[in-house]
């Protein structure tokens, strides 16, 4: 029944003759799996609104943003679904696909590979930038390294191991540009764990809409926005140092949110949650947390008093 489901995923195309809400794809019934119950991603759309698929679009794209995405040795159902969401976004942008293998083994990479060849890079209104670091660098060398490889002002991010839900890019996209003063912004997630095949937790954050320096100065925290909901303009990114190359830490989102909140003053957060955020074992965040938390006081300090 895996290796079934396994197929009929890899082989997963949209039907763009039926209805939106008539459709039940294979990605809304792995979504199901997380809630233990069906899942209507799309909801009851009004027809008036663009429901297509971004490679669904016959007309030129109207702006292309890039999508960045580091691995390392992720397990192969999660980049399925991964990338399956990928594939699942609404909108009339082009995508650029900007992922940044970090020496995954020979196994690993062949699969990413294969993957990545049959799933993204036949997409019409799509560009697939794939590089294999020679050694592993550790994910803030890949964000790094990616961000200077995107082509786009607007830079989204994603985990390999994570699921967006299919107007994730549209309605970040959407308020980006409809908001002058923001260079950064995150939405709440959604995180989920599966322990012995049976999910075990379902909870959503709760983060503010808005984030100033001046206020957050008064009443720090080590959790400013979600990571793998991540959206941000280059050029604000490379003006405050980019992701710093050779941080160890596993918080190179919060050294980066603070750099960008103190120099621009305002972070937004969508309130809905546009994310699904994978719990698991081999996450790096969950080792070592009560030093990482200690190591992120620390950098807390030095950003408000420096």
């Known amino acids: 029944m895996y290796f079934l489901l396994l197929f009929y995923i890899m082989n997963f195309k949209r039907n763009s003759k039926i209805n939106i809400n008539e459709r039940n794809s294979l990605f809304e019934n792995m979504l199901g799996k997380v809630y233990n119950k069906p899942i209507n991603l799309y909801g009851d759309l009004p027809e008036k609104l663009k429901t297509k698929c971004f490679w669904e679009n016959e007309n030129e794209p109207s702006i292309w943003v890039s999508l960045l995405i580091p691995s390392y040795n992720t397990n192969k159902e999660y980049l399925i679904a991964c990338i399956n969401s990928i594939k699942e976004q609404i909108g009339t942008f082009g995508l650029e696909v900007v992922w940044i293998n970090d020496s995954s083994n020979d196994v690993n990479t062949n699969i990413l590979v294969n993957l990545l060849d049959t799933m993204i890079r036949p997409l019409k209104n799509c560009k697939l930038v794939y590089e294999r670091l020679e050694k592993n660098s550790g994910i803030s060398y890949c964000l790094n390294y990616g961000v200077n490889l995107c082509s786009n002002e607007i830079i989204f991010r994603m985990d390999s191991d994570d699921i967006m839900k299919y107007d994730r890019i549209l309605k970040q996209l959407d308020f ?4 002058p003063s923001c260079v950064m912004c995150g939405t709440n997630v959604t995180s989920f764990e599966y322990v012995n095949g049976i999910n075990s937790s379902i909870n959503k954050s709760n983060h503010k809409n808005i984030i100033t320096w001046n206020e957050y100065k008064n009443n720090p925290k080590t959790w400013i926005l979600n990571r793998p909901s991540l959206c941000f303009k280059k050029s ?8 710093r190359e050779y941080f160890k830490y596993p918080f190179e989102d919060l ?3 603070l750099r960008v909140l103190k120099t621009y003053g305002t972070l937004y957060n969508l309130n ?5 955020y994978r719990i698991h074992t081999g996450q790096l965040s969950s080792k070592n947390s009560e030093y990482n938390e200690l190591c992120k006081k620390s950098l807390i300090n030095h950003m408000i008093n420096n």
């Open 255 to 257: 050294d980066l949110e």
């Open 176 to 179: 980006i540009l409809s908001t």
């Open 236 to 243: 604000a990114i490379l003006n405050v140092g980019n992701y």
């Open 272 to 276: 809905e949650s546009l994310v699904f």
